[in-house]
């Protein structure tokens, strides 16, 4: 069997095949992770021609319609890195010219002398293209489906051999791997893609969840107040800020006087309702900035940061008395609140202070409660070191 239609030597013969395994080698080597089809494609069109001694190189893509549109073409002068020429892009109908029979076909397809050529011919063209000499068009497909037609020209007639048919054989059953392996990726990219913003949504809604779990957690169901959870995380940032910059701060522990007995002589949803405008009271005289919580039954917690101990008497007798004032629908009740008080002063609020922790500064204002109960409640006890020794 002859190897070139040409009578050739071996030296010719070496020299085409070494091409032949170069194109294959380089084909193989291509990345096909690139931005674009159109750019995969030039790239392996440009190991073509820097391979073999081609013209022009071209792919058809077969579109949605069902038309072989070209994609992108590349001829010698472009490779080897001169201006871009201008070409007109072409397409075909399947069935079409010598591109559209390949197609149909799904086998290759070529003129040797594309002038005379009726198949080439009979193609749609237009004035301003130059005719090419010899042209060579192979279907290519990837996962046993038509994607296109590579379309192969030189100026020569008669110019392709029978190294070239049995060349591009090869290398279409690459390049339609290459394409396989670039759209998969793509739309694993794609699939990626999509799971990662579906995976972004669900953790942003759990966040949201999670928030809301944890105000909830937070916050008292009957009052509506901050709880001891609550708590806990705010006044450890108070003692904080208060030791960062040389800061007073009061506590109050509030306990309503007599309360348990409202349960038993007037029914759990007065109480209720008892816990309730207190709440509503208690928030109308603190500030923003304060912490204010339902520790517990009929307990409250009050933070005043930045405030000193003459000052945090007298938000705690206002208080006191807000609440003593209260109108309620039995005009014969009366409530009233205990206040035990803790002061830090200034000059105890300093970096280097290790000992102030929040449960030994609630238990020092609890001392100063159980004296205000014990002294005949509706009263306001400020702690000191007389009560620690009691």
Not at 354 to 380: C, E, P, S, T
Request: charged share 25%; net charge negative.
């Amino acid at each position: 069997m002859e190897i070139l239609k040409n009578d050739a030597g071996l030296e010719e013969v070496i020299v085409d095949l070494v091409n032949s395994l170069s194109a294959v080698k380089d084909l193989s080597e291509i990345n096909y992770q690139v931005s674009d089809e159109k750019e995969l494609i030039r790239n392996a069109l440009s190991v073509l021609i820097q391979n073999q001694d081609m013209e022009r190189c071209s792919l058809f893509l077969l579109d949605e319609d069902n038309v072989l549109v070209n994609l992108t073409g590349l001829s010698a002068s472009e490779s080897m890195g001169s201006i871009e020429r201008k070409y007109h892009p072409l397409q075909f109908k399947i069935g079409e010219g010598v591109v559209g029979t390949a197609a149909l076909t799904g086998k290759m397809q070529h003129c040797q002398n594309c002038a005379e050529d009726k198949c080439f011919t009979s193609s749609k063209k237009k004035d301003d293209i130059e005719l090419p000499g010899s042209v060579i068009s192979v279907p290519v497909f990837a996962d046993n489906e038509l994607v296109g037609v590579l379309n192969i020209s030189h100026p020569q007639t008669f110019y392709f051999t029978e190294w070239h048919f049995r060349m591009l054989e090869i290398y279409k059953n690459m390049l339609g791997q290459l394409i396989t392996n670039f759209r998969l990726f793509q739309q694993m990219e794609a699939q990626i893609s999509k799971r990662t913003e579906k995976l972004e949504e669900a953790l942003a809604d759990l966040k949201v969840l999670k928030n809301h779990f944890e105000s909830i957690s937070m916050i008292d169901q009957l009052t509506g107040l901050y709880n001891r959870r609550y708590f806990y995380d705010q006044a450890e940032i108070a003692i904080s800020n208060a030791k960062r910059y040389r800061q007073a701060l009061c506590l109050l522990v509030l306990d309503l006087d007599h309360f348990k007995q409202v349960n038993d002589l007037y029914g759990h949803g007065f109480g209720d309702n008892v816990l309730v405008k207190i709440s509503r009271s208690l928030q109308q005289q603190v500030r923003e900035s304060d912490v204010l919580v339902r520790y517990g039954g009929e307990e409250f917690v009050v933070i005043f940061p930045n405030t000193n101990c003459v000052n945090g008497k007298i938000f705690a007798e206002r208080i006191r008395k807000k609440i003593e004032q209260i109108e309620w629908e039995d005009s014969d009740y009366v409530q009233t609140i205990s206040i035990g008080i803790y002061c830090l002063s200034d000059e105890c609020c300093v970096p280097e202070n290790d000992d102030l922790k929040i449960d030994k500064l609630v238990n020092f204002a609890d001392m100063a409660l159980y004296q205000a109960k014990a002294q005949g409640r509706n009263r306001v006890v400020l702690y000191n070191e007389d009560i620690a020794e009691k």
